[in-house]
């Protein structure tokens, strides 16, 4: 049994090393990639705040389709270079959105969303999925952040 509890008066750094040595617990040594999504989509819930929506996007068959996630429901299926999910996986590039509704092609699957940050997980080369944080404040998310889950993406590149 894992208890992770993210220190309320740590620095967004700290925060996000206890996250990574958090995912790299609960994901070492498994081989099912849903089951890491899904244990690293609630640590992405707990741990940072001001976020209305965690989880991930499986690359399958040439588009994104709905993975792990903690969050009201979402939109199932986007095609590559469609809203700021298909725009990360289609570059292969993070996208740091401080308003939604200001980046062409948006996808509002929660109309409270108003930022969100898109990193691409890479393996081999390919984009093999993507981790999706939304936040109902504007400009929520910062280099911290995408450093951060940059890091937590590279960690799971061979454990989805």
């Not at 894992?2 to 967004?12: E, G, Q």
């Not at 707990?46 to 690359?59: A, I, K, S, V």
């Not at 093999?128 to 960690?155: K, Y």
Request: hydrophobic share 45%; proline share 6%; charged share 25%.
């Amino acid at each position: 049994m894992f208890d992770f509890t993210p220190d309320p008066d740590a620095s967004k750094a700290d925060l996000y090393r206890e996250l990574l040595g958090a995912a790299d617990a609960l994901t070492a040594g498994e081989s099912d990639g849903v089951a890491n999504m899904a244990n690293v989509a609630a640590l992405l819930g707990d741990f940072l705040p001001d976020c209305n929506w965690t989880g991930f996007y499986r690359m399958v068959e040439g588009e994104l389709v709905l993975g792990p996630f903690a969050g009201r429901p979402a939109c199932i299926r986007i095609p590559l270079g469609v809203g700021v999910c298909g725009a990360a996986a289609k570059s292969g590039e993070t996208q740091l959105v401080e308003d939604v509704h200001a980046f062409p092609g948006h996808i509002a699957c929660d109309a409270r969303s108003r930022s969100e940050l898109v990193v691409p997980i890479v393996r081999d080369g390919a984009v093999v999925g993507v981790i999706d944080l939304d936040s109902p404040d504007l400009g929520r998310f910062d280099a911290d952040d995408q450093a951060g889950i940059e890091a937590l993406a590279a960690l799971l590149s061979d454990r989805m």
